[in-house]
């Protein structure tokens, strides 16, 4: 991963080992504090789903080669910031159910009316969605599996914890 304001000298620089759900979850979090940065060692063809997620909403992501270049932006494509509209799904221009908690964290700092729904890990979701409660969050539920929101919204410190749902990865 490399940070900083565009490529420059002395930007810090990181590896994901082929992980899309760590190289996914990374950009969120450049994006949620209004980085900019590039994600390397990935198929970043697996992440086309993502880039469409938030290229919508007016962030800037973009898959190229073994690597997600991503920047904050407050106009992306000749349009304003809109919400997040967010479905995962299976295929490659999918958005993997792996990164819909990161996409709604992301969601939780950017500004406009923002709909997830996660039909995949539905029970995943809903976890994720008590617990962003927990912390304060206003959240409209649907259904189990889909909810809206309008950011940026913020939270307070509570105690939470989560269990990874598959060994070493992180919720």
């Known amino acids: 991963m490399?940070?900083?304001?565009?490529?420059?000298?002395?930007?810090?620089?990181w590896k994901v080992p082929g992980d899309v759900v760590e190289a996914g979850v990374l950009a969120c979090a450049l994006l949620a504090t209004g980085g900019a940065g590039q994600?390397?060692?990935?198929?970043?063809?697996?992440?086309?789903?993502?880039?469409?997620?938030?290229?919508?909403?007016?962030?800037?992501?973009?898959?190229?080669?073994?690597?997600?270049?991503?920047?904050?932006?407050?106009?992306?494509?000749?349009?304003?910031?809109a919400g997040i509209r967010a479905h995962t799904g299976t295929g490659r221009r999918a958005l993997w159910s792996e990164l819909e908690p990161a996409i709604m964290a992301l969601a939780l700092k950017t500004p406009?009316?923002?709909?997830i729904q996660d039909q995949i890990g539905?029970?995943?979701?809903?976890v994720a969605v008590t617990q962003l409660e927990e912390l304060g969050a206003r959240v409209n539920r649907f259904n189990a599996a889909q909810v809206s929101?309008?950011?940026?919204?913020?939270?307070?410190?509570?105690?939470?914890?989560a269990a990874a749902p598959t060994p070493g990865r992180a919720c």
């Open 122 to 126: 539905a029970a995943r979701h809903s």
């Open 112 to 115: 406009g009316s923002h709909k």
């Open 149 to 161: 929101f309008t950011g940026p919204q913020k939270l307070r410190a509570a105690r939470v914890g």
């Open 39 to 81: 994600v390397a060692g990935i198929d970043a063809r697996e992440l086309y789903g993502f880039a469409s997620v938030v290229g919508d909403a007016g962030l800037y992501a973009e898959p190229d080669g073994d690597r997600l270049h991503v920047r904050t932006v407050t106009r992306y494509r000749d349009r304003p910031w």
């Open 2 to 13: 490399s940070l900083g304001p565009g490529s420059g000298k002395g930007a810090s620089t």
